[in-house]
């Protein structure tokens, strides 16, 4: 099949969260598995240009309105080829997202000049899969400004939502720069007369099929708790959301080959974790102790992933156990202080590095004994999946991709990989720690954890197949 991916992120490029790694290892299965796949993305300023090889193959110019965008397309590489495009009047911002007024612009433009990319290079996708709000107006575009193209007669669109709260909502005003003017009776017509357009919702309803990245997730975004006011439409589509787990890219996140790790270790020998353990320390200043238990973080620190949950709980748990305590991360400035506040409370047993960077993501990964996702929703969640490769024992609140792949352990039957707890306040996160350090206590048992993580497999060669049969299955669908 042709495979057009419109996405925002993808590693190690432009990333701020699991949506670029995703990005980088799905389409590179789907390239493996035969099929055409390119992936179109924004040039960032912030893209290290130096760490491929960009190949400048045409210019396009982008009419949104009464804008005119001339943009420069780079190609990298080949398997799968990756178009990037280059127009710094919207891409030159130092970061890859903004509240600036022109943002819908920013990705509208994206979209449009993933459709004329495949324009001049003849390419007829069979699939358009579309991410998140940033592309969620294509499905609709193509139905409208682009069915009288034959490359796009055929095509049939998936979007697949990586996080339901990001929407890209706008004012109405934006109408004329989306180019769908004459076609505004195919937008939400109580949300316009509200004044607003809400880029997702007509994702939403224009898409073909729509996917989310767990099962548990799928179900949650069609309840009112997590749906962010567009769980009715999905619950009327129900029969097309469906939850794909998201895949490990093992190249990358592997304790035997991690490039990032000083020392290597496997399932059958962990000395090298220890080690690591030790060099992940003394690197951030803390004292190594052996058996004290390290704990790691790395997160956005936004709502979501649920930190407010260790205010004040953290603190008393540091005091009362004992043990240490990694966090990388940046995000709201109460996040940040709160983490500020831990380190200086407890100087020998917290590290906050405040920032992003993938290097020590890697070495948390190896380094801990354990480690802490207590968000509020998790629509799949990447680092608890590499956690359990690495041999560090997951402790999540059960939502979303968490609940789908941390399972509880059961000391009497040696079964689970985790800690899950169910309530979202600060007696669940207090019970699954505590839980946690009594099994770290007994080596019998957590050897049994890690092993038992460390065998779980959430290779795409498995989650790359799921996308492949809804494919197939909206294919089989189209008139021919
Ligand atoms: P989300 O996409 O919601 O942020 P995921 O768990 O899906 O959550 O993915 C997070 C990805 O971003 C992981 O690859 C993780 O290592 C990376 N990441 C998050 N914060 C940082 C950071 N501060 N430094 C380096 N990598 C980070
Ligand atoms: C989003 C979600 C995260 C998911 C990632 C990749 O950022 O917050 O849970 O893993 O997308 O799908």
């Known amino acids: 099949m042709n495979v057009l991916f419109v996405a925002s ?16 290892a799905l389409p590179a299965y789907l390239h493996r598995a035969g099929h055409d796949t390119r992936v179109v993305l924004p040039l960032y300023d912030t893209v290290d240009t130096k760490k491929a090889t960009f190949e400048a193959i045409m210019d396009l110019e982008v009419p949104l309105g009464t804008h005119r965008y001339a943009c420069k397309i780079f190609r990298v590489g080949n398997a799968p080829p990756v178009y990037f495009v280059h127009c710094p009047a919207l891409y030159a911002r130092g970061r890859l997202y903004t509240s600036d007024a022109d943002e819908h612009r920013r990705f509208l433009a994206l979209s449009y000049a993933a459709l004329l990319i495949c324009q001049k290079l003849d390419f007829a996708p069979d699939i358009l899969h579309a991410h998140d709000w940033q592309a969620s107006l294509l499905p609709m575009i193509i139905k409208t400004l682009f069915a009288k193209d034959p490359r796009f007669a055929k095509t049939r669109s998936l979007l697949t939502i990586h996080n339901l709260m990001y929407q890209g909502s706008f004012p109405v005003e934006i109408g004329p720069d989306t180019n769908l003017a004459s076609v505004a009776h195919l937008f939400h017509q109580d949300l316009m007369k509200a004044g607003r357009v809400n880029f997702l919702l007509q994702g939403i309803l224009y898409a073909d099929g729509v996917s989310t990245v767990s099962p548990t997730y799928a179900r949650e975004i069609q309840t009112e708790t997590f749906g ?16 794909i787990l ?37 690197s951030l200043g803390l004292p190594y102790i052996k058996g004290v238990p390290v704990l790691g973080v790395v997160s956005r620190l936004v709502g979501q992933k649920g930190f407010k949950l260790f205010d004040p709980a953290m603190f008393d748990l540091l005091r009362k156990h004992g043990f240490q305590l990694v966090v990388l991360g940046s995000g709201e400035p109460v996040l940040e202080a709160l983490f500020g506040n831990l380190q200086r409370a407890f100087p020998r047993q917290v590290c906050f590095y405040q920032g992003f960077k993938n290097d020590l993501a890697h070495l948390i990964e190896a380094g801990a004994d354990m480690f802490l996702m207590p968000s509020a929703y998790e629509p799949c969640g990447l680092n608890q999946l590499y956690s359990l490769r690495y041999g560090t024992v997951p402790i999540v609140h059960r939502t979303g991709g968490l609940a789908d792949t941390v399972k509880q352990w059961q000391p009497r039957a040696g079964a689970g990989n985790g800690f899950a707890f169910e309530h979202h306040d600060e007696g669940g996160l207090r019970w699954a720690i505590e839980a946690a350090l009594g099994a770290y206590r007994d080596p ?23 996308y492949e049969l809804v494919y197939a299955r909206l294919t089989s669908s189209r008139r021919h």
């Open 228 to 243: 962010g006011g567009l769980d009715g439409y999905l619950r009327a589509r129900s029969a097309t959301v469906v939850g």
């Open 9 to 24: 992120e993808l590693a190690p490029f432009a990333k701020t969260g699991g949506l670029a790694d995703v990005m980088a």
């Open 246 to 282: 998201n895949g490990v890219d093992y190249d990358e996140w592997s304790p035997e080959r991690d490039r990032f790790i000083p020392h290597k270790y496997s399932a059958s020998d962990l000395a090298g974790k220890e080690r690591d353990k030790e060099h992940l320390l003394t």
């Open 444 to 466: 019998k048992q957590w050897q049994r954890l890690i092993q038992n993580g460390m065998a779980e497999d959430f290779s795409w060669d498995a989650q790359g197949k799921l």
